[in-house]
T-cell receptor, first 112, second 111 residues
C-alpha cells in the first residue's frame, strides 16, 4: 500500500459545488500539507498542519478549507468550486526534522 | 511570494551529457531538498543538503548550496533517457519546517 493515499484520483465537478479531497497516510508523521500544481507555477502551498490541533494557511488558502480529523487524515475542501481551481492537487507528509516529504499520487480536479 | 524560482524552465540534452538546474529562494532555510516528478505523478525525494553544507553527492547527483546568495544547483552527470522528468527544489524553512517548492525545471534527455 502507498504511504500517502489521495482520493479521488480524478474528479470533474461543476462551478459552485462543494467538493472534498481526502488524504490519509501510514507514515506516522505529524506534519501534513496540501499543495496545488499548475503548469509553469510549480507547487504552491494551500494549507499545512503540524499536528491535529494545528492548522495553518499557506500562500494560496483563499477559497479552500481543511480538516485534520486524525494524525493520519487531512482533507481539503473547496466550499464553492470555481474554474480557476482546476489543477492537480497533492497531499504530502513529512517528519519532524523536515528531512523528507512523501507525496500522494495527486488528485486531478476539473471545475467546469 | 515565498516560492523559489528555478532556471531553466526547460532543458533538452543528449544522453550522456550533464544537466544543471538552478534554484533561488528568499527565506531562511533549515535545509534544501531536490525532488523529481514523472509526468504529473507524485514527487519523489532525491537528495537533501543542510544549511551548513556546501556540497553533497549521491550517485550521479551533485548538489551545491550557497546560503549567502540563497541559491542551489543540481547537477545530473551522464544523463540517461530515464532521467526525463521535472525537477523541483524545496526549501524547508528555518524554525518553521514548512516546505516551499520552486517552480520546477522540465528535463528532457534524448536517446
Amino acid at each position: 500500500d502507498a504511504d500517502v493515499t489521495q482520493t479521488p484520483r480524478n474528479r470533474i465537478t461543476k462551478t459552485g459545488k462543494r467538493i472534498m479531497l481526502e488524504c490519509s497516510q501510514t507514515k506516522g508523521h505529524d506534519r501534513m500539507y496540501w499543495y496545488r500544481q499548475d503548469p509553469g507555477l510549480g507547487l504552491r502551498l494551500i494549507y499545512y498542519s503540524f499536528d491535529v490541533k494545528d492548522i495553518n494557511k499557506g500562500e494560496i488558502s483563499d477559497g479552500y478549507s481543511v480538516s485534520r480529523q486524525a494524525q493520519a487524515k487531512f482533507s481539503l475542501s473547496l466550499e464553492s468550486a470555481i474554474p480557476n481551481q482546476t489543477a492537480l492537487y497533492f497531499c504530502a507528509t513529512s517528519d519532524l526534522q523536515g528531512t523528507e516529504a512523501f507525496f500522494g499520487q495527486g488528485t486531478r480536479l476539473t471545475v467546469v | 511570494s515565498q516560492q523559489g524560482e528555478e532556471d531553466p524552465q526547460a532543458l533538452s540534452i543528449q544522453e550522456g551529457e550533464n544537466a544543471t538546474m538552478n534554484c533561488s529562494y528568499k527565506t531562511s532555510i533549515n535545509n534544501l531538498q531536490w525532488y523529481r516528478q514523472n509526468s504529473g505523478r507524485g514527487l519523489v525525494h532525491l537528495i537533501l543538503i543542510r544549511s551548513n553544507e556546501r556540497e553533497k553527492h549521491s550517485g550521479r547527483l551533485r548538489v551545491t548550496l550557497d546560503t549567502s546568495k540563497k541559491s542551489s544547483s543540481l547537477l545530473i552527470t551522464a544523463s540517461r533517457a530515464a532521467d526525463t522528468a521535472s525537477y523541483f527544489c524545496a526549501m524547508v524553512g528555518s524554525g518553521t519546517y514548512k516546505y516551499i517548492f520552486g517552480t520546477g525545471t522540465r528535463l528532457k534527455v534524448l536517446a
